[in-house]
C-alpha cells in the first residue's frame, strides 16, 4: 500500500512538473524587422484600400522555441513559432494569438516565413499587438505529424506560445497591457475557437480574454463538415480527411493498425509518400477522388457510417468546438459560398452558442464568396472589430479646446490640446503637418491629430473648426458607434448608437454626401449600399455632446 502510495504520488508530482514546464522557453531567434513603410507594401500588395489600416509601428520579428503538451498528453515536447513585437519605448501592449490555416508543407508555417507571417505583421504594427503565431505540433521544429484539426493540442500550442511571449518581455523589452485578442482562418479558425474555449473554461484565473474573431472555421466538425464523408458529392479539398484520419491516429492510436485498414488500394501506399511534409494541399487534391468516400476502405466506410462508436465518428465529436457559452465578445465572420468549410459551421455556433445564454457573440456572412475570396472581408472586419477593444492609450488623456471661425469664409479658428496622464513629454501630429498641441489661424474644417507620449502609446482624435455655436468636438472613444460589417458589400449596420438624437452622415470616396438620417432613439441603424462603388466611405455621426468619424470599406 505504502509503494502505491508513492508511486502515485511520485506521478502526481512529475506531472506537476511537466504542467509548470508548460510554455517555458527554449530559444529565440532575431529573424528580420519591418518599418513601417515596409507594412504598408504589404497592405498594398494584400490589396487593401490605401489608407485603411494604417501602420503605427515598425515590427521586429522573431522565431521561438518553447515547451508545450505532445499529441498524447503524456509528456512535454518543444514546439516552434514566430512572435512579432512593435517596437515602442515602452508603451504596455496587447498580445494577440493569430492561427494559421491548412498546410501540408511541415516547413510552410509562420516561424519559417510563410505568408501567413504577414498578417502577424500587419496586425502588429497597425493594431500594436505583441502577435503570437503558432506552428502547431508536428509542424515547423515540432517533432511528430501533424494533428490536423485538432482541439486541444491546437489550444495548448497557442496558449503555451502566449506563456512564452509573457516571460520574453523583459528580454526582448515589451511590456504587455494584459489584454489578450484571438483569430484565425480556417484550420486556424477552429484552432482559434478551440483557443478560446480552453480559456475561459478552464484558464480563467490566468488569462483573462478581451475579444476572439474565428474566421470561416470548421467548429462542427462531426457534423457539418463531416458530411463531405457521406454525402457522396465532389469535394473541392480532398486532402482533409486522410489529413484527420493521419493526425488522429497520431493522438489516440485507434483508428488503423494498418494503412489498408482504412485506405483502399492504392492509396494505402500513396498516401504516406504525399503526406510527408514536402507536399501541397494542392499537389495532394489533384491526386485523390473528389469524393472523398472513394479513398476510404470499404468496410471501415460502413462501419462509420452504422457503428456510433466507430473511432473517427468519435474523435471528430470530441473535437467539436462549439458546444460551450463565450463570455468576451466574439464574433465569427464567414462567406455562405465558401466551397471548403461550409458555412452551416458558423450558424449552427452561434445559434447553439445564444441558445446556452451567451451575451457577446455575432456573426456574419459575407455571402456567395469562395474560401480564398473570403478570407479578405474576414482579416479586414476582424481588424475592425478588434479595434472595438483594444487599449493604446493606458492612461493617456486629452481633450481640445475649439475656437470657431467668427464666420463662414475666415481663417480665426483655432484647437489647443490638453493633455494628461501616460508619460510626459507629447507629441502632436495633425494631418495639415503641424506638430504643437496649439494650431492657430484655422479655416471651417476638420481636424484630425494624433497624440503619444514618451512612451509610444497614443490615441487619434477629430476636431471640427465650424461656424459660431455648432457642435464640432470628436470623441476619441472608439465605441460611440460600430459598423458592421466592415469591409461591406449589400448592406450596413450603424450599431451601439446612444439613445437620443444622433445624426448620421455618410460620405461616398469623392466626398459628396450620399445618406444622411437621425437615429431618433434607435440603437441600430440598417443601411442599403447594394448600389454603392467599390471604395473608401466615411460614415459621421454627431450628437448634441460630441462627434465622430469612421471608415467604411466597400467590396464588390
Known amino acids: ?130 502577435a503570437t503565431l503558432p506552428d502547431y505540433l508536428g509542424l515547423g521544429d515540432s517533432r511528430g505529424f501533424h494533428p490536423y484539426v485538432h482541439a486541444k493540442t491546437q489550444a495548448s500550442a497557442s496558449i503555451d506560445l502566449l506563456r512564452t ?66 454525402n457522396g458529392l465532389p469535394y473541392s479539398s480532398p486532402s482533409y480527411l486522410p489529413y484527420i484520419i493521419l493526425g488522429y491516429q497520431e493522438v489516440y492510436g485507434d483508428i488503423y493498425t494498418n494503412l489498408s485498414d482504412v485506405f483502399r488500394a492504392p492509396y494505402d501506399s500513396l498516401i504516406p509518400l504525399w503526406y510527408d511534409g514536402t507536399r501541397s494541399a494542392g ?36 473535437n467539436d468546438v462549439y458546444q460551450w457559452s463565450p463570455t468576451a465578445p466574439l464574433r465569427m465572420l464567414y462567406c455562405q459560398g465558401d466551397e471548403q468549410v461550409f458555412y452551416r459551421n458558423s450558424e449552427i455556433a452561434y445559434d447553439t452558442m445564444t441558445a446556452r445564454g451567451a451575451q457577446n457573440v455575432s456573426k456574419f456572412n459575407y455571402g456567395n464568396y469562395d474560401h480564398g475570396g473570403c478570407l479578405q472581408f474576414c482579416m479586414l472586419d476582424g481588424n475592425n472589430f478588434f479595434s472595438q477593444y483594444k487599449d493604446l492609450l493606458n492612461g493617456l488623456q486629452f481633450t481640445g479646446q475649439i475656437n470657431n471661425v467668427t464666420a463662414d469664409g475666415q481663417a480665426d479658428g483655432a484647437i489647443s490640446i490638453q493633455t494628461t496622464g501616460g508619460l510626459a513629454p507629447y507629441t502632436y501630429e495633425w494631418t495639415n503637418g503641424q506638430t504643437t498641441a496649439t494650431i492657430n489661424n484655422l479655416a471651417r474644417g476638420s481636424y484630425p491629430v494624433r497624440v503619444s507620449d514618451s512612451r509610444g502609446c497614443f490615441g487619434y482624435q477629430n476636431f471640427i473648426v465650424n461656424l459660431p455655436n455648432s457642435i464640432n468636438t470628436a470623441s476619441n472613444n472608439e465605441n460611440l458607434f460600430n459598423i458592421a460589417p466592415n469591409p461591406a458589400n449589400e448592406r450596413i449596420e450603424i450599431q451601439n448608437l446612444g439613445l437620443g438624437q444622433n445624426q448620421i452622415f455618410i460620405y461616398n470616396p469623392v466626398g459628396q454626401l450620399i445618406f444622411q438620417q437621425n437615429s431618433n432613439n434607435q440603437s441600430q441603424i440598417s443601411i442599403n449600399s447594394d448600389n454603392w462603388a467599390a471604395g473608401i466611405y466615411l460614415i459621421r455621426v454627431r450628437n448634441e455632446q460630441q462627434y465622430q468619424q469612421k471608415q467604411l470599406i466597400i467590396k464588390k
Not at 95 to 116: C, F, I, K, M, N
Open 1 to 130: 500500500m505504502k509503494l502505491l502510495l508513492t508511486l502515485a504520488t511520485f506521478l502526481a508530482f512529475s506531472y506537476w512538473n511537466l504542467s509548470q514546464a508548460q510554455g517555458n522557453l527554449v530559444s529565440y531567434e532575431y529573424i528580420r524587422s519591418h518599418t513601417k513603410a515596409d507594412v504598408q507594401t504589404i497592405l498594398n500588395n494584400f490589396g487593401v484600400p490605401a489608407g485603411f489600416i494604417k501602420p503605427e509601428f515598425d515590427v521586429d520579428v522573431y522565431k521561438v522555441l518553447y515547451i508545450t503538451r505532445n499529441a498524447q498528453d503524456t509528456d512535454t515536447t518543444t514546439a516552434s513559432g514566430a512572435l512579432v513585437v512593435p517596437v515602442t519605448n515602452g508603451c504596455p501592449l496587447p498580445l494577440v494569438a493569430y492561427h494559421h490555416g491548412t498546410t501540408l508543407q511541415r516547413y510552410g508555417v509562420p516561424s519559417y516565413g510563410s505568408d501567413e507571417i504577414f498578417l502577424g505583421i500587419i496586425f502588429a504594427s497597425a493594431n500594436g499587438f505583441v
Open 283 to 318: 499537389y495532394v487534391d489533384a491526386r485523390l477522388p473528389a469524393i472523398v468516400s472513394q479513398v476510404i476502405d470499404s468496410a471501415m466506410y460502413q462501419d462509420y457510417l452504422n457503428n456510433p462508436n466507430n473511432p473517427l465518428r468519435r474523435h471528430l465529436k470530441d
Open 165 to 230: 511571449a509573457r516571460r520574453l518581455s523583459d528580454s526582448i523589452n515589451y511590456v504587455l497591457n494584459g489584454q489578450l485578442f484571438l483569430f484565425g482562418y480556417s484550420q486556424g479558425g477552429h484552432a482559434a475557437m478551440a483557443t478560446a474555449k480552453e480559456i475561459e473554461m478552464n484558464l480563467s484565473g490566468e488569462f483573462t480574454l478581451t475579444a476572439a474573431a474565428p474566421m470561416s472555421g470548421p467548429y462542427d466538425v462531426s457534423g457539418v463538415q463531416a458530411q463531405t464523408i457521406t
